[in-house]
């Protein structure tokens, strides 16, 4: 598999150690350069939605895009406290181009205080790696798994976060080396 570069920016406050272990995790994974680049980035007004408190994925998304940061030659991954969601669904862990280049993820639903826990840091960065890996997948072109255990498995609740690894398994991997293959 040759994969392009990784770029993680965070939007609004995010951990830099969580970023740090992010930035590790997915260049051994992925056998590619990744960098954590800190870029302003301007939210238009309207992805926002006041009534629900949540911000709209798809319009930053659409945003990042029209900045048009990596220039194609990255994938570009959004690293968020922002709690986020899609017309459709009451909010979503994260959100990606499929295929493409830009791709976000949110902290929000996946810390433990969400759900009344305490802090967990670890359990914290397991679960952003698994949804950063989900969404990456994404990127390159891989949809939804069946296998609840592998990475590429939707996640409707926090409960199927932490039932799945963040391991492809051997269809997604099979599937996503011949996505990524240089032809
Ligand atoms: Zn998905
Ligand atoms: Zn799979």
Redesign the pocket.
């Known amino acids: 598999m040759v994969m392009k570069p990784i770029v993680l920016i965070p939007l609004g406050e995010v951990n830099i150690d969580l970023l740090s272990r992010l930035k590790d995790e997915l260049s051994e994974m992925f056998n590619t350069c990744v960098s954590i680049l800190f870029h302003p980035i301007q939210l238009p007004l309207n992805a926002y939605n006041a009534r629900r408190k949540q911000y709209h994925s798809t319009i930053i998304l659409d945003n990042i895009r029209s900045t048009n940061i990596g220039c194609g030659k990255a994938s570009i991954l959004i690293v968020t406290d922002l709690d986020l969601y899609v017309s459709g669904l009451n909010f979503v862990f994260g959100q990606a181009e499929s295929p493409g280049n830009y791709a976000i993820v949110s902290l929000h639903r996946l810390r433990p205080e969400f759900y009344g826990g305490e802090p967990d840091s670890n359990l914290l960065a397991e679960r952003l790696l698994k949804e950063a890996v989900h969404e990456l997948g994404h990127t390159y072109g891989?949809k939804h798994?069946?296998?609840p255990r592998?990475?590429?498995?939707f996640s409707n609740s926090i409960l199927d976060v932490d039932i799945k690894s963040f391991r492809?398994?051997?269809?997604?991997?099979i599937r996503l080396s011949e996505l990524t293959r240089v032809s």
């Open positions: 891989l798994c069946s296998n592998c990475v590429m498995s492809f398994c051997e269809s997604c991997r």
